[in-house]
């Protein structure tokens, strides 16, 4: 976790993130850390002004704080956007790790393979026929690069990563250990004896910039392509159907699941455990909440906040939740007018 | 992608399905498309007699259509279930990948395992003591086979796949990358220090035909067995408790979860993301929708289709759910009846 | 399954777990097995005095029945929890399986790594510089233990197994197939050219005797740490989020995500497909229903017994989902109100 250096000077640092030193510049900074994790090496933040008294009692070298945060007897970084300035910082003081160049004695890479000459092979790989490594690609032990993939360069490739044939990724694109991309879509064809298989004989074409979480499954094509567009981010154990298609910069958290041809557009937010039927699409900018369920077929407008099974716009949702959770008094009042009508019948009854 | 050879002719093709040729049974077809994506020398489908103007304007060497579905000037196969014929063409033009048999210099055999005589084993593959590989059967690289194992004939393991001691696959199964068949249920028993495992010493029984998407995990059962029927398809990231059994031709959708000791009948088709509580039972037929969930003991009926938490016949619950995105204007409705009753109460007081 | 030798005697087992035998206590029993299951060398068990006429019927050699249980002509063993008994017995009859120490010629273990005298490594483990793993641990095939891990007496890891860098485990740790522990969590700080990950530099404490399912994923702290108490125990496919904190003796059914930071306390008992969002507290001993969801924030009450979307107390979601299936019903009877009311003020329009 250290930097294994001297670290940068605060001044340097806010240089980077155009920030504003108040306090002594010329400090070295290791690491970043949490406001109560950190030491006297360390660099800090707070996001919010409320926060300041926790800036002043840390021991951080240096607190990232709120434009105008100032903090008695502390050095601090004034920056409009804390957070984003400490996650800046921590690229540069962590940078992940690179592995020098080297394919391992028992890694299986096919003749007919082309490796740059910078990328990491670890143990036990197998790269197949015909398969493009670009440079500063690090795969590591036990991943299984099927034939014909193509990986650009300064991709990481974590343990245990599966890639079908034929599936091809762009630059700088993080799949975390055991993600399958590539794997046969979900379609049969019934008939009487049985069912048959849809043919599953498209691709994945995955752009720069995605990071993609542990286990998540990312099905090829039935017979085009199923794609996940560039700085789009996927947490764990999410699943991809075939030929879905999928924006720039969406955000997918844990355990979504996404059925075949759906769309998701760009700059979307999609919750954990959230479900999709097939053919559906999320259009530019909408934020679906976890545990969402978003039936065939079905669009969910752009820039709306939708919740719920089937998915309701959220302001709506949490009304008739409310509702739902007031439905034995409502029930109880409904039984008292019957009582009342029933008795105002009968004395009108008796009247007359 | 390629069949990497000629073809077949459009008169061989439909003779295989049964189908009408309408135009030059002569021409060869190599592959097959979609509709949009196919070239000359492609073979595509459409499935409804709607979709014949896409028919006409696709650039496929033939399309198989709807009966009587003619495409002027367009050579055409007429069959009863355009998209089950295509599949079974796809069988055909796109042969599943047979892999030479040989045993890969870094796979580890036990001396007591018995394999066929046209096995694949992959690089890096571990296969157990006593296990038996059938021929046929493809084991590609960084699959585990565990003590004990039976596969029998024209697998396919995908890699690393684990198959924990003394499970058995039928004939034609297919395991894609990271399914994991036998690892312990979950069952324990609660005692005053904590909780003592409840011995999960069964087995798993897969059925010929069977085929389990990425990274599924079938358990072992406790002390008897966990089977999956013949001919039965199963997304990714579906979990498969101990001691469940499913019947044949049953259709499994992607993140569905099944508690052990539950029964899946026949010929049952079940969404993504549903949660089965112990012990239930889905009979013949039944569907369930995506997300429902079934309590513990539940009897879902054969032929009936289900939804929702806990699941309630589809008619039934889109009722229910359409009353309830009225809840708002009923607790109106309610409201003006207290206010009109009231002022009936006054108005027959002031009278009487 | 079997344990390979004489077993052990009637008497022998009942004095391990305090029980009381009725007949022949020198019989000699080899295994455990299901009350239908059993043959004249297994011990079975009955938990229910209801079922003691399954237990006379079975063959099992002996069998563990609930106190004052007697069974006509049959060796019993009394127990106050038989189930629990039969777990005990079932530790001793059927062992874990315990591989000779030995290092596989294929394993790649760093120069600077340390390993017990009595650790077993299979094929294709790959064991990172400086990781330290104690005595009796074994470490199956296509395992990969990253740098700085430490691993400590007597655990299991199974096939496939992926230790990110730095995490730990305590003692009598079980990890089946595909676990990860440490992959980075799903954290990204927004800017106007896309997401920048936050970093993601802290580690996984694993305490003695957890066992963990099957593909589930506990990712690594931010900046702190994720923990899981001792003896808790997690099913299949789990996501486990960065800075979570989960208590001793805790139990996860299968597919339920966990999102950052959230905290559930000691004897908590999950349910499957539960999701819960950030920052919520699940308190000491709560009960949360399978499909729960549990909202960001939220705590759950210490003892409380939850269900639903957002979770409610269980008692009172059984009311509410009772009167959601009623709501044509009451929406019939606030119509035939409204019919009645107009009625009545027609009437008394006429008689002004």
């Given at each position: 976790?250290?930097?294994?250096?001297?670290?940068?000077?605060?001044?340097?640092?806010?240089?980077l993130i155009g920030g504003q030193v108040v306090g002594d510049g010329s400090v070295r900074v290791k690491r970043v850390a949490s406001i109560e994790g950190a030491d006297e090496e360390s660099m800090a933040f707070v996001e919010d002004a409320k926060l300041l008294e926790k800036a002043q009692a840390s021991q951080a070298a240096c607190v990232i704080v709120p434009a105008s945060g100032r903090v008695e007897g502390k050095c601090v970084i004034e920056a409009a956007r804390p957070k984003l300035a400490f996650a800046l910082i921590a690229e540069v003081l962590h940078p992940?790790?690179?592995?020098?160049?080297?394919i391992h004695a028992t890694a299986h890479v096919a003749a007919s393979a082309e490796l740059g000459a910078t990328v990491f092979v670890g143990?036990?790989?197998?790269?197949?026929?015909?398969?493009?490594?670009?440079?500063?690609?690090?795969?590591?032990?036990?991943?299984?690069?099927?034939?014909?993939?193509?990986?650009?360069?300064?991709?990481?490739?974590?343990?245990?990563?599966?890639?079908?044939?034929?599936?091809t990724l762009g630059d700088r694109v993080i799949l975390h250990a055991g993600v399958i991309i590539g794997a046969d879509g979900f379609g049969y064809v019934r008939a009487e004896d049985g069912y048959h298989k849809f043919p599953q004989l498209g691709t994945v074409v995955i752009e720069d910039d995605v990071e993609i979480g542990a286990h998540t499954c990312v099905d090829r094509g039935a017979l085009g392509e199923t794609r996940i567009g560039r700085g789009t981010k996927i947490d764990n154990?999410?699943?991809?159907?075939?030929?879905v298609s999928i924006g720039e910069r969406v955000v997918i958290a844990s355990q979504t699941g996404i059925s075949g041809s759906t769309v998701i557009e760009d700059d979307?937010?999609?919750?954990?455990?959230?479900?999709?039927?097939?053919?559906?699409?999320?259009?530019?900018?909408?934020?679906?909440?976890?545990?969402?369920?978003?039936?065939?077929?079905?669009i969910v407008r752009a820039g709306t906040v939708m919740w719920g099974v089937p998915v309701r716009p959220l302001d709506?949702?949490?009304?008739?939740?409310?509702?739902?959770?007031r439905l034995p008094q409502m029930k109880e009042a409904l039984d008292e007018l019957r009582r009342q009508v029933a008795e105002l019948n009968a004395r009108l009854a008796e009247k007359s």
């Open positions: 976790m250290s930097t294994h250096d001297e670290g940068k000077t605060v001044a340097e640092l806010s240089a992940p790790k690179r592995r020098a160049p080297s143990a036990n790989v197998q790269i197949g026929e015909r398969a493009r490594v670009g440079d500063g690609t690090q795969i590591l032990a036990g991943a299984f690069v099927g034939d014909d993939v193509e990986i650009n360069r300064d991709c990481v490739i974590h343990p245990n990563v599966v890639l079908y044939d034929n599936v154990l999410v699943q991809v159907g075939h030929n979307a937010v999609i919750g954990g455990q959230v479900g999709m039927g097939d053919h559906a699409r999320v259009q530019k900018g909408a934020v679906v909440g976890s545990k969402a369920g978003i039936l065939p077929g079905k709506e949702y949490k009304i008739l939740n409310a509702h739902f959770g």
